[in-house]
């Protein structure tokens, strides 16, 4: 393929060029004018001067706007004073479209224009680098499982049966029945795991979330691994390798990047294994030590997570919850019944549950009972219930929130910008 990108432009020194994108910014001085074209893969400094361009190209720059679609051809030099350090010395140019008032300037706007203007938005340096970074954050989960033996298997969106509690349910009509958007696709990634082992999905999840926080999408996309014949710590170690292997790889892979979202990459490189394990009570206690008012059995609320986390320099695995607050399917501790083999990691720096796991409760009897005691119709969970007949094995497995972890990594301060078109309490626009 012929086209090339500003990212290329190392290996083009001394050659002619034709870049395709969007107009940044200009600057003129009457023999001379300058322009920055941004492709998507960077920016250029492109110069135009009176004689290198035919008289129309070179009288063209007062019509030229922000946004406008131009193709620039010209010849590649370096120069480490230009913006992404090379520079086109342009013999021509063409316009495709003149962008006509484009919206967003280069002054400060407030969110709520920038959200109303998500679809624009998303061209600024900033989002770009979002962006590419979750782009990246994926392809990092993706090869961690995928060389270690995983098989993708896809869950379905409509779902007849509730996974992760009925309050945050999104209904539909469903050819005269009612249908219900995943929350997770967990229950169906069980019975994968009963076919090829080790399994992953990655999909859309739906959460009816009624409260407005800097960490609740309505939509949300999750990464949810699962293992037979695998028990609690298990599958800690996979969640934490998980983990590891992301960070490793952006702060490999995405420094550039990290930098232009001003990322603190020191707290980063702390991310390595082991991570600390504290069972629940453990926790408790750090937040009655730190002053907090929490009694046993609670469940924990962002603030809550941060002053646990605030106590270590990397990821934390809090395990064996209450079970009165955890989901129907998690394994009693047989140490104690009153916890569940359930946990949750929590990111440093306040951004609180990046990923929830646990083991799965393999016996049908103790499956059922929980299911009628969280009201649940168990007419809907006969397949889910015949993985525990037919060569029922311990298993387990966790779910991790892209968009969480897309949060930590860039150091954002709202779960809105890890997603090009965020779904919340109040948005359903663009
Ligand atoms: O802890 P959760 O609810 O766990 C499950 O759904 C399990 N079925 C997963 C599994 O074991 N396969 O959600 C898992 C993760 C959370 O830790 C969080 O990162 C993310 O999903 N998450 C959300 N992210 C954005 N907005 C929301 N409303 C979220 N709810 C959960
Ligand atoms: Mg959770």
Request: proline share 4%; hydrophobic share 35%.
């Amino acid at each position: 393929m012929d086209h090339k990108y500003i990212a290329d432009l190392p290996d083009l020194v001394g050659e002619e060029v034709t870049l395709h994108g969007w107009m940044y910014n200009k600057r003129s001085s009457g023999k001379i004018w300058f322009l920055i074209l941004r492709d998507g893969t960077g920016y250029c400094q492109c110069v135009v001067a009176k004689g290198n361009v035919s008289d129309e190209i070179f009288v063209i720059e007062p019509e030229l706007t922000q946004e406008s679609s131009i193709s620039v051809t010209g010849l590649c030099k370096k120069d480490d004073r230009s913006v992404g350090g090379y520079e086109l010395e342009v013999s021509s140019l063409e316009v495709h479209q003149i962008a006509d008032d484009y919206p967003i300037s280069k002054k400060d706007h407030g969110t709520a224009f920038l959200m109303d203007n998500r679809h624009l938005w998303l061209r600024s340096k900033r989002q770009n680098a979002i962006l590419r970074i979750r782009h990246e954050i994926l392809r990092a989960c993706r090869d961690y499982l995928d060389d270690n033996g995983f098989i993708q298997v896809d869950t379905p969106i409509f779902t007849a049966n509730a996974c992760e509690g009925t309050t945050t349910l999104f209904e539909t009509e469903y050819f005269g029945r009612s249908a219900y958007l995943t929350q997770s696709g967990q229950l169906y990634n069980e019975a994968a795991a009963m076919s090829v082992g080790k399994t992953y999905c990655f999909g859309p999840t739906f959460r009816a979330e009624k409260s407005k926080t800097r960490r609740h999408l309505t939509e949300f996309w999750m990464l949810e691994p699962e293992m037979a014949y695998c028990d609690l710590e298990e599958d800690m170690i996979w969640a934490e390798g998980l983990l590891i292997s992301v960070v490793e790889r952006i702060l490999d892979r995405c420094g550039d990047l990290l930098e232009i979202l001003e990322r603190d990459i020191s707290k980063l490189s702390n991310v390595k294994g082991p991570f600390p394990r504290i069972s629940y009570t453990e926790a408790v206690d750090i937040l009655h030590k730190n002053g907090e008012e929490f009694e046993w059995g609670d469940d924990f609320g962002g603030g809550h997570e941060t002053v646990i986390s605030d106590q270590f320099d990397r990821p934390v695995i809090v395990h064996r919850f209450p079970s009165a607050i955890k989901a129907f399917y998690m394994k009693r501790a047989p140490e104690d019944d009153k916890v569940v083999l359930g946990m949750d990691i929590l990111a440093p720096e306040g951004y609180g549950e990046i990923v929830g796991g646990s083991q799965r409760e393999e016996d049908p009897a103790i499956l059922l009972e929980r299911m009628e005691e969280e009201g649940l119709n168990t007419k809907d969970f006969q397949w889910y219930l015949d993985l525990r007949k037919y060569g029922s094995v311990p298993h387990s497995g966790f779910g991790l929130g892209l968009e969480r972890l897309v949060s930590w990594i860039c150091g954002l301060s709202h779960i809105r910008e890890t997603i090009p078109f965020p779904r919340t309490l109040t948005r359903l626009e663009p």
